[in-house]
């Protein structure tokens, strides 16, 4: 089977493996590929944590994070299959709970984003738009 017979995904994850297999015949080059792939992919874990709690797809940039380090490196594709499982297993009990488990789950959510909110000095910088000048609203930090 050549490449005219392949559907066009296939196509390019054939075009892919070949150039990835041309970086990997040379040391350096291949160095410096998993170099940039693992900035990268820390790059996005980390803003991928940071935007847990808030609204939004915190979990998604988090796997897609450990996803692009595993593309290179078999401690992340461990990583991401153990978290995966562990996620999942976490969002079926969650979805099992009471209305107060439930809510308690929101309410700590909310606290964690109105306390990074804060010490980020957020609240400082709108209350000034605002006319608000609260010592309070200030972030400590």
Same mark, same amino acid.
Request: aromatic share 14%; hydrophobic share 55%; charged share 15%.
């Given at each position: 089977?050549?490449?005219?017979? #392949?559907?066009?995904?296939?196509? =390019? *994850? $054939? ?12 040391? $350096?080059?291949?160095?410096? %590929? ?5 900035? !990268?992919?820390?790059?996005? #874990?980390? =803003? +991928? !944590?940071?935007? !847990?709690? %808030?609204? /939004?797809?915190?979990?998604? !940039? ?7 380090? =595993? $593309? *290179? ?8 299959? %153990?978290?995966?499982?562990r996620y999942d ?8 709970? $009471?209305?107060?488990?439930? /809510?308690? /789950? ?14 980020? +000095? ?20």
């Open positions: 089977m050549d490449d005219s017979d #392949l559907s066009p995904f296939q196509e =390019a *994850e $054939s075009r892919w493996r070949r150039w990835r297999a041309h970086v990997a015949a040379r040391p $350096s080059l291949n160095l410096a %590929y998993r170099i940039v792939v693992g900035v !990268i992919g820390v790059l996005v #874990l980390a =803003a +991928g !944590i940071v935007a !847990i709690p %808030y609204p /939004g797809p915190g979990w998604l !940039i988090v796997f897609a994070g450990l996803g692009i380090l =595993a $593309s *290179e490196f078999a401690w992340a594709h461990r990583l991401l299959h %153990y978290a995966r499982q297993k976490f969002m079926d009990w969650f979805s099992r709970q $009471s209305l107060v488990v439930k /809510g308690a /789950g929101a309410l700590l959510t909310c606290a964690v984003v109105l306390a990074t909110l804060w010490l980020l +000095g957020t609240f400082g910088l709108v209350g000034t738009w605002i006319g608000l000048d609260y010592p309070w609203l200030e972030s400590p930090l």
